[in-house]
Every structure is written in structure tokens, then in C-alpha cells.
């Protein structure tokens, strides 16, 4: 007698090409959305002052610092179109940085860098919510990105 | 078949205590749903503080409840499937050192002085006797394994061509991943955090205690899981009235949790710091590993239940499905099993999305992660180990199940709440909803300037299913204490359901020895997870000072850094 029945054949090849599909999915979105997960970078002490510098008309860097229990900066002022790095450190205990509608969500952890960028393509305000447990007060922690709102005109 | 007094009473005692905690621990999963629909908007209610209750829900359900559970269950398994006896003082000792760890960090607890989360995630800090606590009910948790080695070699020399009955295997195999997951996080505990929370040292690296969390974080929820698995496997087909339809695919399934329940750890640190895309990317493969034997027993359990079905007489393609004892209160286990595994089939695929590499950014620490787990932790493991509790107890003790029709129904009204709760959370999580905040406070606080109100719907419902949970949950307990405190109508025995294979298979000597499995374990976790802390000590900056949760200012040590 074989090891295996047919159907358990069949059942696993099903298996191998679902989990072959997922893989190819996130490699395909890697390349043409540049879908990944937060950059890992070394640690340097620059990181820890917040900041905003303008590189050019649509390109920011966000040096932001998680600390118990604001962010700074608090509110990140840019221009409707902009590519955005979002730089996080933490100043004390582990915090979150999530920002609505978009796909940033990285930890901040003390002693560690990470980096994720992202556009702008909408006017809006955007929340930055700490979703990590930081706290007694760990739910008043929030930011905003506001992306030429109210509209210049 | 008989046991002894002494492993009778210490099984009867390892159901029994994490049942009774269960109420603090269901309270509190009620009260968070509370908060967080924007029904309280206060820090705390009864003097217990939204993220102390968080704690206490975290810490009982999730590592009381399932340690406690897993010792007991693996004492049955193994004095009823290979006929011999764990020895008692081995026992005792481990069920002291688990009940003292368990009052320590109870005591810590609930007198606020470590509302740290299960997580415990340093620089925030516990009282040291929080630590302790942990580590004592860990440890505790470790004496059986030798004990059952020392069963299963003399068991094996005397039967060596028969194959070791799946359950045996099966604990087996979840104590061994058990012990070398928790190995780091004993390390994290005794060695990083607990000499720091006593001011001995003066400071932690962050990034590698939470590797090392982590390394034990994941495997933990297979330690959750395979119990439930075993009795799925063992128990469930005979229950539904037919076989198992085959033997090996559980022992495959088994080997291959030993092999990837480890080293898939870095997929709850896809958005920090300090690991490299690379490490975070062939753990996400390896992650989708450890799907294959879910994927080999959802195929071999729905095998076995059609196989059952139509014994029962069904007809057509599936006509199986109507025919099972889903009602039926002298085998209320089925429901227990059935009702979990249909929260699986969701709980699995929400977990597929998490695992799925760049795709976590989507709901890491969203309101999306409790509602996958729920539906995991929640679904099959929960009522497996309730309903094996509730079951076990009744036939060792020789009582009578107190009100029969109940217990049959709690696990549908369970998991009607959690389908409920878990909707909730999961959407609200797609849009941005946070876990792990007391959201009453300020984002479900019309008077506050962070209100959001498109939570509003997303939390409502998670409490409406937290109110239908508590409900099952509270009748559940109250059936077991009735059972508990009922009058003993027999001679207490220990008796476990066993089905058959359907298919006819031999022992295949690969699948039924350690050796050659537990080498391959010590050589992919290595591979996985040297890269994982080679990054960590390469990358990580400084390492932090102490804080309590209330101080942004850190905790002033005499030790120098």
C-alpha cells in the first residue's frame, strides 16, 4: 500500500500551489508596489531630535520621536504629492506609529531606527495613532500629517 | 481504566485552579469590550485600572489557563495511553511550582504593580515578583516532560514495533517545542529582565529581550494549539461516530509543528527595528510552513467527519455535514470540537494575511491582530481545553455533569460571540482602530478632541459578541462548579474516547522516532534565527533604563550603566 492515499496527493499539491501563490504575491507586490517592510537601519543619536527637512518641492524625510506620551513632531505640515521617509525612534518605552489609510505601521523601540516611506496623493489630515501599549497614557497618544489642509487656494 | 489517588487529585487540582481564574480572566475580556466601545470613559472601574484588567486577561487566559491545561491533559494522555503511571512526586512538584509562580504573579497583578501586558515588553517594568511568578509557572511546566521521556523509553523498549499511540506522540511533541521555546524566554526573564527590574543592572537591550519573546511567543500558541490537535485527532473522529481517516497524516502533521513552530518568531516583528528585511522574509516562508500541517488536518478532520456522516446514513456530496451529533448532551465534547474548528477556518486565514511579509503593515497592532487570535486561541484552543476540563473532571471524579443541555450549548453561543467580536475588531482594525487601548478614555469620547467616530459601529459590535461571550463563558463556569461541587454517583475513572484509523496503514519507523525530527528542529531554528540575533546585536543603539507606567522619567537605579 502507498504511504499516501490519492486524495492526500491531490490535497497537498492544492496546498503547495495555494502557499506558492501567496509567496508570489508578496514578491509581486515587493517589485511593483514597493510593498515592504520597514527599512532596518543602524543605530545613530541624530535620529532621537525631531525634525522636518525639505529636500526638494515633493520630498520630505520625518524624523519622528515616540516618547511617553506625545510624538514629535505633532503636526507635520506638506504639500499635496509629496514622497514622504518617515525616520522612528523612541525616546523611552516601545510605542507604535500607525498612520490611517496609509500602509505606514512600524514599532519604536529605544535604541533602534526604522524607516518606511510613503506618498501623499490626497489633501487630507491623517492620523498617526501609537497602537503599542506604552502606558497610563498610552490612548492619548496621536499626531497628524496635514497634507495642504484646509486647501491653499 | 483506575489511576492512583495522587494523580487523580493533582489532575483534579490543574482543571480545577485555572477554571476558578477563568472568572477574573472573562471579567475582564467583558470589561475591555466595555471600555472600548466608548461605554466608560474612565481609567478604571472598581478600582481596576482598563490596562491592569489587560493584564490579568492576558496572563490567565492565555498562559494559566493553557500551562495548567496542557500538564493536566499530557498526565492523562500519558497514564491512559501507555498504561503507566507519571511518577508522583514529580508531579506534585511541578504543580507547586506552577501554583506558587501563578500566586506570585497574581499577587503583583492585581495590586497594579505590573500592568505590563502578557508581553511584558521592557522598558516597562514589573515588579520583580511578576518575573519570578512567570518564570516558576514555566518551570513547573517542564518537570513532566522527563518524567513522560522516562514513561515513553521504558513503553518503547518493551512494544518497539508498535506504533506509539498518536496522543503520546502528540504530548510529546508539544512539550519538547514547549521547553525549547521557553528556554529563551527563561533567559529573558531570569537573566535580562528580572535582575534589571531589581535594580541590579541598570539597563536592558530592548531589541534582543523582545527577540527572545518572541522566539517563545509563537511556539506558544502551538503549545495552545496541539492539545486541542491531539483530541482532535484522537478523539473527535470516534466522537462524530466514525474513524480517523488516517493515522499518519497526524503524526506527519505533529513532526512538522516540531520542525516550524520555533523558528517563525521574527513574523511578530515585522515592523521594528533592529531586523533586517531578508531575516523578516525567510520567516514569512518559513511561517507559511507551519500552515502545511493545519492545511494536512483540516483535509484529514473533514475526512473523518464525512466518513462519519455517512456511516450515520447521509446522502449526496454533502449530506454528511447535517448528520453529525451536533446536540447531543451525553457527547457534548463533539460540539466543543466542532464549534472550534469552524472558528479556525477563520482564525487560519486571518493568520495567513498576518504572516504574509509586507502585508502585516496593513493591520499590525490593529484592532485586526485580537480579532484573528480570538478566533484561534479563543476558538478551538479555548474550547477544546474547557470542554476536555469540564469532561475529564466529571469521569475521574465519578460526577454527574451539571446541566447537561447547557454545557452542550455554551460552545455555540461561545462561538457566535466570538464570529461576532471578531468582526468587529477586524474591521475596525482595517481602519486604523488600535488594540491594546483603553479607546474609551479619549478615541470613543465624544468630549474628547481625539474622538473618532467611525469606530463607533466597529466597537459596538465587538461589544455586543463580548456580551454574548461573557454569557457562554459565565454558564460555562457555572456548569463546572456544579459538577465540581455535585455528589459523586460512581467510581471515578479515567477514560479518554480512542478512534481508529480508516485507513490501513504500517509503522513507518521515520514517523514514529524523535531522533531524526529533533535534529532537523535544532538545525532550521539555528539557520533562522542566529541571522535574527546576529542583526539584533549588530543593529541595536543603546539599551534603555527602567519605566514605570506612569512616569515618563526613568526609574533611578544606584548601579551605574
Redesign the interface.
Known sequence: ?P?L?S??KK??VV?AS??AL??F??LY??DKYK??????????KSYQTPRINKLDDKTYQVFAVA???NFQPAEIYIPVGSEVDFF??SK???H?F?I??K?????A??????K?TVKFDKPGVY?I????????G???M?AQVIVNYPPIK | MQISKSLRKVILWELGIPVALLIIGIYHGLMQTIFRAGVLHESAFAKLDYYQGLTLHGVINALVLTTFFAVAFGHATMAFFLKREPSKKMAWTSFTLMVTGTLLAAWAMLTGKASVLYTFYPPLKAHPFFYLGAALLIVGSWIPLFDWARLYTAWKKENPETKTPLAVLGTLVNFIIWFVCTLAVAYEVLVLLLPWSLGWKATVNVSLSRTLFWFFGHALVYFWLLPAYIMFYVMLPKLAGGKLYSDLAGRIALFLFLLFSVPVGVHHQFSEPNITGGVKFFQTLLTFGVSIPSFITAFTLAASLEYAGRQRGSKGLFGWIGKLPYLDPDNFLFAYFIAGLILFIFGGLTGIVNASYSLNSVVHNTAWLPGHFHMTVAGPVFLAIIGMSIYLYARLSGKKIFMPRIVTIVPYLWMIGVLIFSTGLMWGGLIGEPRRTNLGMTYLNPKSTLFHPEWVPTTTLALLGGIIMFIAGMLFIIAFFGTVLGKKTQTGQLELPESESYLEERRIPVFDSFRPWLVAMAVIILIAYIPAIANVLKYAGPKAPPYTIDNPTPVQTSVRK
Request: hydrophobic content about 40%; glycine content about 6%.
Open positions: 500500500m504511504i492515499a486524495s492526500e490535497i497537498l496546498t495555494l502557499i501567496f509567496v504575491s508578496i507586490a515587493k510593498s515592504d517592510v520597514p527599512a532596518c537601519l543602524p543605530f545613530d516618547q511617553m506620551w522612528l525612534t523611552d518605552v516601545v507604535g500607525d490611517s489609510e500602509n505606514v505601521n512600524m514599532m523601540i529605544y535604541g533602534g531606527i526604522t518606511s492620523n495613532t501609537c497602537h503599542e501599549y506604552c502606558g497610563s498610552h490612548q492619548n496621536q
